[in-house]
C-alpha cells in the first residue's frame, strides 16, 4: 500500500522532519514492501523554513539577528527563485524566553527587521506563529525605519505596552519605499488586532500576560492601529480589525499596514510541498503534532492535511503527544483515528523523553492493522 506521512513538528521534542522519519522508520520495519512518501509539514510557526527547505531545496542563508529581549541570535533567510521566507519565530519567538522572562509588555519584534532586510527577493513570505511578543510589529517597524514616537517626538521604548503613549510615526525609510516588493505573511489564524478575540486576549496570556496586562496591551495595540492608519501611507482602514491582524502578537496587522497580504500558511506548504500530488493513489495518510486540541481543528495543520485527504477520499490517521479532542470532532474533521503517546506509554514524562520511539511503536502497530502485507516475521508484539 501507499502511505503519506506528513506530520506538523512535536513542540519542543521533535522537528517536523524527524517526526516524519520516527514513523516511517516505524511502519517500514513491519511493511517493508509499502510505499513510504513523508512530507513534514507546518503552517507558518515554527519549523516553517526547515519544512520547506526539506521539500523543495534552495539558498538557506544565515543573517544575525535579536531574540525579543534584544539578545544576539542567529536566524536564516530561505532563497527559492524569486521568493525569499522567512521564520518570524526565528527573532521573535516564544522559544528564546525561559517562563520567568516572558512579558510581553516588554518583548520587541526588532529582531525580524533583521531577517526581512537580509531578503534580497522580490517576494517575501513571512511565517508568522510562535511568537512570544505582542508589539503588532512595531519592533519591526523601528527595524524598517518607522519608529513610533510620544507627543513629544521621542522615540517609545519597545514593547507592547510602550505602544499606549504612541502618537505619531518617525518616517526615515524602509520597506514601504520600495516599489516592486511584495509582502506576505503565512498564518494559522484569522483573529484581529485588538478586541475579544484580538492578540492580547486570545495569545497573550501564553506570553506571560496577566489578565490586567491584556487590558493594557488591548488599549496600547489600539492606539497604535489608529496611529498608524493616520500616518503610514498605503494603509488599510479599520487595520485592528482586519481578519489575521492578530497573528503573531500583531505581526499579521504590520504586514497589513505594509500593503501586504495574509494567507493561510497550511494551505501554501501543502501546495509548496506538493502534498496533493503525493496523495495521489494514496491507501493512508498519516499526521500529527504535538498537542491535538480544540485550536488544530481551526485552520492548523491537521485540519488542513484532513481536508487534503478527505478531497481525495484517503483515511486520514492522527498520531500526537496527547490528544484532548473527541471522536465526533475528528470525524467531522475527516479524521478516522487518533493516537497519543501519553496513552501509549502511561506518563506525560516518558511521552516528551521518548517521542521519536513512541511514534516508531505507534507507526508500527498501524502497519500492523492497516497493511496487507506487513512482514509475517512482524506479527506478534
Given amino acids: 500500500m501507499k502511505v503519506v506521512i506528513c506530520p506538523d513538528k512535536f513542540e519542543g521534542t521533535l522537528s ?32 516553517f523554513l526547515r519544512v520547506l527547505h526539506a521539500s523543495l531545496g534552495g539558498d538557506l542563508v ?56 537580509a531578503a534580497p527577493a522580490g517576494r517575501v513570505v513571512v511565517g508568522l506563529g510562535g511568537s512570544g511578543t505582542n508589539d503588532a510589529g512595531s519592533g519591526w517597524f523601528e527595524a524598517l525605519g518607522i519608529t513610533p ?19 505619531g510615526l518617525r518616517i526615515t525609510g524602509g520597506l514601504q519605499d520600495e516599489p516592486s516588493g511584495e509582502l506576505i505573511g503565512a498564518s494559522d489564524v484569522d483573529n484581529p488586532l485588538t478586541g ?10 501564553q506570553k506571560g500576560a496577566t489578565p490586567e496586562d491584556v487590558g493594557l496591551l488591548d488599549a496600547a495595540l489600539a ?41 493561510s500558511g497550511i494551505d501554501l506548504v501543502l501546495d509548496q510541498t506538493g502534498l496533493n500530488r503525493a496523495l495521489e493513489g494514496a491507501d493512508l495518510v498519516i499526521t500529527g503534532e504535538g498537542s491535538f486540541d480544540q ?12 481536508q487534503a485527504a478527505a478531497e481525495q477520499g484517503v483515511p486520514c490517521v492522527v498520531l500526537a503527544g496527547r490528544v484532548t479532542t473527541g471522536r465526533r470532532e475528528q470525524g467531522a474533521a475527516g479524521i478516522s483515528e487518533a493516537y497519543a503517546l501519553v496513552d501509549h506509554f502511561g506518563s506525560v514524562e516518558r511521552a516528551m523523553a521518548e517521542p521519536a520511539q513512541g511514534l516508531r511503536e505507534l507507526a508500527a502497530k498501524l502497519a500492523r492493522r492497516y497493511s496487507p502485507g506487513h512482514d509475517r516475521d512482524h506479527t506478534g508484539g
Fill in 16 to 47: 517536523a522532519v524527524a517526526a516524519a522519519e520516527a514513523i516511517a522508520e516505524g511502519w517500514r520495519g513491519v511493511a517493508s514492501g509499502d510505499e513510504l512518501v513523508t512530507r513534514p509539514v507546518a503552517d507558518g510557526g515554527p519549523g
Fill in 62 to 117: 544565515e543573517v544575525p539577528t535579536t531574540d525579543p529581549l534584544d539578545r544576539p541570535v542567529t536566524g536564516h533567510v530561505l532563497i527559492i527563485h524569486e521568493t525569499a521566507y522567512v521564520e518570524s519565530a526565528q527573532a521573535c519567538g516564544l522559544a528564546y524566553l525561559v517562563p520567568k522572562e516572558r512579558n510581553p509588555k516588554l518583548t520587541t519584534s526588532f529582531g525580524l527587521g533583521s531577517l526581512v532586510r
Fill in 149 to 167: 514616537v510620544d507627543a513629544d517626538g521621542r522615540p517609545l521604548p519597545r514593547g507592547g505596552a510602550a505602544l499606549l503613549g504612541c502618537a
Fill in 196 to 205: 475579544p478575540h484580538g492578540a492580547s486576549a486570545v495569545f497573550g496570556p
Fill in 223 to 263: 492606539q497604535w492601529a489608529s496611529i498608524v492608519e493616520r500616518d503610514l501611507p498605503g494603509c488599510p482602514p479599520e487595520l485592528a480589525r482586519l481578519p489575521g491582524g492578530g497573528a503573531a502578537g500583531g505581526l499579521g496587522a504590520a504586514i497589513l499596514a505594509l500593503g501586504g497580504r495574509i494567507i
Fill in 295 to 306: 485550536q488544530s481543528l481551526r485552520g492548523k495543520v491537521i485540519s488542513g492535511v484532513a
